[in-house]
């Protein structure tokens, strides 16, 4: 069966602070994968997705950046971190028909 | 680029009655439709998956997906307490390409 592992559960950042947020997949060859951040309130805003390994497309500017080192893993990262950076941030792949989630990563930057 | 909306924003039950929620969306090539529930900003929980027009039940859960009207709705049979959540439509027309979400209509259920 396919895993999808998120890392860190959650953080708490200062300002200016770099940051790196990351995902693997198991059990499932050249997924697509893709990340989601929600700011408290809001709802689910996809950023990044990546068809394969060291291609990476940008949904959204936020002042971050996405790498697809690997064909299980993608990583979420910024050298400077923004108080509007916080909120829970969402990594997910497709099978044939369906999209799975993982259990996301809480940020706060105080 | 795609809008999804949905409707109303918040929603108050009481268990057992009938709770209907609400999605357009405005990219008419759009092919799949999913239904997710998200408790106090936790991970998603995937309810009904739409493809085709028509119904789609999965449990207390049915969508209905009228693809002309740009319309999917939710009705939830029999609510209970335990699925006062926010709702989250969910819509893509390039599946490689992601999901693009609502806002979400937050559901009370009381007893």
């Known amino acids: 069966a396919q895993t999808i592992h998120q890392w860190p559960v959650a953080e708490i950042k200062a300002v200016g602070s770099p940051l790196s947020l990351g995902c693997t997949i198991k059990g499932k060859s050249s997924p697509n994968l893709y990340w989601y951040w929600q700011a408290t309130g809001g709802t689910l805003q996809q950023l990044f997705y990546?068809?394969?390994?060291?291609?990476v497309e940008s949904v959204v500017q936020l002042n971050l950046s996405a790498s697809r080192p690997k064909d299980d893993q993608f990583i979420l990262s910024t050298e400077k971190l923004l108080l509007s950076h916080s909120g829970f941030y969402l990594c997910?792949?497709?099978?044939?028909?369906?999209?799975?989630f993982g259990k996301g990563t809480r940020l706060t930057v105080v | 680029q795609q809008k999804v909306q949905q409707s109303p924003e918040s929603l108050t039950v009481s268990e057992g009655a009938m709770a209907s929620l609400n999605c357009t969306f405005s990219d008419g090539t759009s092919n799949n439709f999913r239904w997710y529930r998200q408790h106090s900003a936790k991970g998603l929980e995937v309810l009904v998956s739409i493809f085709s027009d028509g119904e789609k039940e999965e449990g207390r859960f049915t969508a209905h997906l009228n693809r002309a009207n740009l319309h999917v709705s939710l009705h939830i049979r029999e609510p209970q307490p335990s699925d006062s959540a926010v709702y989250l439509c969910?819509?893509?027309?390039?599946?490689?390409?992601?999901?693009?979400f609502g806002l979400g209509t937050r559901v009370s259920v009381f007893p």
């Open positions: 997910a792949w497709t099978g044939n028909t369906e999209v799975f």
């Open positions: 969910a819509v893509s027309s390039n599946y490689a390409q992601g999901l693009t």
């Open positions: 990546s068809i394969t390994v060291g291609q």
